[in-house]
């Protein structure tokens, strides 16, 4: 049987919701159908979506169908058994994205401006593709930042399990990256282990397997064989091999796997899980102690290294909640520099750690260079986000009061006299000169 084309059938509920009203059984029966199309693409969140929606118009319908409903209860089950066969396929882990983004801390309270939003993560999936639109009429299409916002948008598909819809923003981001960063740079290895995360997650072996090792290769050469960057891509790699029953490599992959844990950088990974439970347990003195630890693992890394930044964001992030911020300061001094030398002056990142630091001068009362920070995170935001968007509008507001403290400040240090001029003892020897 020929499927049907959801953007038809989709036409086709419109005109049975504005005929029969939007909870009704022709409604039901269309929902039905599209559910069937999701099942067929092996879409099965969106399929068990669609058919919970058609059971709650079938059970508000005036007029109900048994039979409609029957449908909708086998079809539940399928998908429900699909779920599950997915969930216990050995070693099948559930997709996710990786962006290896430095985690930003925010201030404890909400923008002032920013919109109500009933549904999370439909409204994030709209911000992502307005800022994607924005990123290209600003940064231009070729840019990193436009690349970091298709790997976003393709995060925030993967949650609601719309992988079709992911491949060709990770292929784009791969290729933004190949472009601009060079063909084995690290952040390219990142987008290629996507995409082979992807592929594996949809069963399509053969095509996951050469991103893999390409990811591997790149990573392998930059940080050495045991760093556990390649042991991430390895252990992946090795299951994908399993599944192809090639057990003698996914074998040599595995030992690979379990000597970088054991033998290279465990240390540092062990404080990280411990820190990450301790503040998530609201232990922020436990935390504090193992992210300390985790810095000192941290001696011997690059300063590109992603645990480098990460290790600084958490230990930084453990102060500001124990309000230690001038412990946090120097910390997210050290981030802003790495930021900037990495990534450039004007991307979203170092709006990011610029907009931190100057959340800690402002607790401490350092106004003024609080306004600098604020300044240089609001020109970043307004250019690739737009004037209007709520973290602009809060950075905005955060800037104002800082150089109103900031001008405050200086009148009343002019007031108390701290700003008077006096004249140096040659005034006096140049007025008896001219008697």
């Not at 996951?208 to 390409?214: D, L, N, W, Y």
């Not at 990460?310 to 120097?330: G, H, I």
Request: proline share 3%; net charge negative.
């Amino acid at each position: 049987m020929k499927t049907e084309s959801i953007d038809t059938l989709e036409k086709h509920l419109r005109l049975q919701e504005s005929l029969h009203g939007p909870n009704s059984v022709e409604v039901a029966r269309v929902l039905c159908r599209l559910a069937n199309v999701f099942l067929q693409n092996s879409q099965y969140g969106d399929a068990e979506m669609i058919l919970r929606k058609a059971a709650e118009c079938e059970r508000k319908a005036v007029m109900r169908d048994s039979a409609t409903m029957e449908e909708i209860k086998s079809m539940l089950e399928a998908v429900g058994a699909k779920k599950s066969e997915l969930a216990g396929s050995a070693d099948l882990e559930s997709l996710k994205v990786s962006s290896d983004r430095i985690p930003a801390f925010t201030p404890a309270f909400e923008p002032l401006h920013a919109p109500k939003r009933n549904d999370p993560l439909d409204n994030a999936i709209a911000d992502a593709q307005l800022q994607i639109h924005r990123l290209k009429q600003t940064a231009g299409h070729e840019s990193l930042a436009v690349a970091d916002a298709y790997t976003k948008l393709a995060d925030l598909y993967c949650r609601k399990e719309m992988h079709d819809d992911m491949e060709p923003l990770l292929k784009e981001s791969l290729r933004l990256r190949e472009t601009i960063c060079g063909e084995n740079h690290l952040s390219v290895s990142t987008d290629l282990k996507n995409l082979g995360r992807l592929y594996f997650y949809k069963r399509q072996y053969e095509v996951a397997e050469p991103f893999f090792k390409r990811a591997m290769a790149i990573r392998e050469a930059a940080l050495g064989p045991y760093h556990s960057y390649v042991a991430d891509v390895a252990e992946l790699y090795a299951k994908m091999l399993r599944k192809t029953n090639r057990d003698q490599e996914a074998q040599v992959l595995e030992d690979l796997v379990v000597e970088s844990r054991t033998k290279y950088g465990s240390d540092w990974e062990k404080f990280r899980l411990a820190g990450v439970k301790a503040m998530e347990a609201g232990n922020f003195l436990e935390a504090q102690a193992m992210w300390l630890a985790a810095l000192d693992e941290t001696s011997d890394f690059r300063f590109d290294d992603p645990r480098m930044v990460m290790t600084l964001e958490n230990l930084a992030e453990v102060y500001w909640r124990r309000n230690k911020f001038d412990k946090a300061e120097p910390l997210c001094k050290q981030i802003l520099q790495i930021s900037e030398s990495l990534l450039g002056p004007e991307h979203t990142d170092v709006a990011l750690a610029a907009n931190n630091l100057g959340l800690l001068c402002e607790k401490q009362g350092k106004h003024a260079e609080a306004a600098i920070l604020f300044q240089q995170a609001l020109a970043i935001g307004e250019k690739f986000l737009g004037a209007d968007h709520p973290d602009v509008v809060n950075i905005r507001e955060s800037h104002a009061k800082a150089r109103y403290m900031a001008q405050r400040e200086l009148e009343q240090k002019l007031e108390k006299g701290q700003g008077r001029w006096n004249r140096s003892g040659w005034w006096k020897v140049y007025q008896k000169d001219q008697h």
